[in-house]
């Protein structure tokens, strides 16, 4: 079959369906996509709140829980105990399939009555304020991440320690402000390293040990700004340039800034990424259009998608041994032959339209199920009963437009401006209700209730007293995200463990909350976007007469001031 251009029924723009992709939905049983890839992302975005957390209650014991629900949701919020309890039975909620109703109708009566988590933290410890993690312990703030361990304000962490505003770190620990790292361990202020131990702002380094203010270097030790010093010279540089204290770190950011974007920039951050394209890949073969992903094989179009994750398509956070996914998000551990689903972690195979459920089989447009099987609408059914009114539903969902359609965005359990669509296509309220989409006016922030005032704040962590504890801050950014750019002022406060890292490891009080912050970290991260351009160098010396043919596709817009290199000429440059 040739490959077919389209054009969306959505932003109305034209995208290619290549051969491959129909082997693919041939495969999966479903239709090729009418919308783009970018709005399939944010419509699947739309349903994924990551950050806003609010004072709710469970409905079934009535204990006071933190939850992504505000009390305005018309949603049944239910603490994990009684969740994963025997008393809670989702098929109480059963309902026969009504054809004179819309799908759509359908399951989103069933979404107002199945309880769902207040949290979604599996099998963790001691960590209630965490979202989308797994066999974590002791974690605070965390976000879409597994298998970690005293890890605060960070998100998209595997297999870490003792880390605090960090972002993409794998196997890594002590590091801090640290973005997209692998094995590395006590780095600060950095991004896109992979095995460094004790170094302060570096970028795309790899191997390298005690050494700051350095771009692209390879198994260096004591680098200053690319130049190799003493051990003597390297201690007496950090001596002077204080990162123990707020002006120092902000004198030695600005610094580096101006030193960073003169050196010359990868087009992506990809390594041993084979037929690939996208953003920070690792061990990848066959990722097309993939954002954050490593051990990943045969994936097209998605972002956080790792650890041994193949054979999927139109994904977001795809996670450990899952296997023929489709237009679905959070589908991690063992998810197989799932289509068209949200929030189904652990164990589930051949779901459909599903939400929330766990460790289930074979079951179309369910919500809250755990080790069921032969659901629809959550009433179970004898195999062939269930298997002809699931074909007979689908016929039916090809009648009313529904099928083959992720979820329509009237049925998210979010505002718009609270999940991770807004981060990544920012909408005004206008728009996103002009294209269906819900919005949240009753966002939950705390602002002017601060009890000590920025300036009083000490500069240097080491006169910081324990005080701070109870103390309340206003976050200091002049550009935020959630109030258009202008300045935010939200109330924040320093914790126990956070205040005992700062201390320990020399790092100063953030002057921003942790809203802020991580909205910092994912705009300097990069888009999930990718432009064609040519390769940037020009010099003789890498066997050019004159610029570098190679065209590449990166996440570098042309307008911005990097210096961008091919793969061949930016392994010829780096040290």
């Not at 063992?334 to 089989?361: E, K, M, P, Q, V």
């Not at 704040?457 to 202008?486: F, G, M, R, W, Y």
């Not at 463990?497 to 991580?518: A, D, G, N, T, W």
């Amino acid at each position: 079959m040739p490959a077919e251009t389209k054009i969306c029924q959505s932003c109305k723009t034209q995208f290619t369906i290549e051969p491959a992709d129909f082997l693919f939905y041939e495969k999966m049983k479903v239709p090729a996509p009418t919308l783009c890839p970018d709005c399939r992302r944010q419509r699947r975005l739309a349903f994924r709140n990551e950050i806003f957390y609010y004072p709710n209650a469970c409905r079934n014991c009535g204990k006071a829980v933190v939850s992504i629900y505000s009390k305005n949701k018309e949603r049944v919020v239910y603490c994990l105990e009684c969740w994963n309890s025997d008393q809670y039975n989702p098929l109480i909620y059963g309902r026969e399939f009504d054809f004179s109703k819309t799908f759509t109708q359908q399951f989103g009566e069933l979404l107002k009555v199945v309880p769902r988590v207040a949290m979604l933290n599996s099998r963790s410890e001691n960590c209630e304020y965490t979202q989308f993690c797994a066999d974590c312990k002791n974690c605070y703030m965390l976000i879409q991440s597994s298998n970690d361990e005293e890890c605060y304000y960070s998100y998209g962490m595997q297999q870490s320690k003792d880390c605090i505003d960090t972002i993409f770190a794998h196997s890594s620990e002590l590091c801090y402000e640290a973005t997209s790292i692998e094995n590395c361990y006590g780095v600060r202020y950095s991004k896109n390293c992979e095995n460094c131990n004790d170094g302060a702002f570096l970028v795309s380094c790899t191997g390298c040990t005690s050494c700051i203010g350095c771009v692209n270097l390879r198994n260096k030790k004591y680098c200053i700004f690319n130049v190799q010093k003493t051990k003597e010279e390297y201690e007496a540089f950090l001596k002077g340039a204080r990162l123990d204290t707020w002006s120092g770190v902000e004198k030695m950011k600005k610094r580096f800034q101006e030193f960073l974007i003169k050196q010359p920039r990868k087009f992506a951050e990809v390594s041993h990424a084979e037929n690939s394209t996208g953003n920070y890949l690792r061990r990848a073969k066959n990722a097309i259009h993939v954002f954050n992903g490593y051990d990943i094989e045969n994936v097209k179009y998605g972002e956080s998608v790792l650890r041994n994750v193949k054979d999927c398509m139109d994904v977001a956070s795809c996670l450990r041994d899952s296997e023929l996914v489709y237009e679905s998000f959070n589908t991690s551990v063992n998810a197989y032959n799932d289509r068209f689903c949200s929030t189904c972690r652990i164990n589930n195979t051949n779901l459909t339209y599903c939400d929330h459920c766990i460790g289930s089989n074979e079951s179309f447009g369910c919500v809250g199920l755990k080790q069921n099987e032969f659901c629809i609408l959550n009433r179970q059914y004898p195999k062939e009963e269930y298997l002809a009114l699931k074909d007979n539903i689908i016929a039916h969902m090809q009648k009313t437009g529904e099928w083959g359609m992720f979820f329509n965005p009237a049925l998210s359990s979010f505002g718009y401006n609270e999940t991770n669509a807004q981060e990544w296509y920012p909408f005004t309220k206008e728009q996103a209700l002009s294209q269906g989409f819900l919005w949240e006016d009753t966002m939950c922030a705390t602002v002017g209730k601060e009890t000590m005032k920025m300036d009083a704040l000490p500069d240097c962590i080491d006169q910081v007293s324990d005080s701070i504890l109870n103390e309340v801050l206003a976050c200091q950014c002049n550009t935020c995200e959630l109030h258009e750019q202008k300045a935010c002022g939200r109330n924040y406060k320093i914790i126990k463990q956070e205040l005992l890292f700062y201390k320990k490891h020399k790092i100063p009080i953030p002057r921003q909350c942790f809203m802020c912050r991580h909205f910092s970290r994912l705009r300097d991260h990069g888009p999930y976007r990718l432009w064609s351009r040519q390769c940037m160098c020009d010099r003789q010396a890498h066997g050019h007469s004159a610029r570098c043919p190679n065209n590449f596709e990166t996440t570098y817009s042309p307008e911005r001031r990097e210096i961008v290199y091919c793969e061949a000429c930016y392994n010829a440059e780096v040290i």
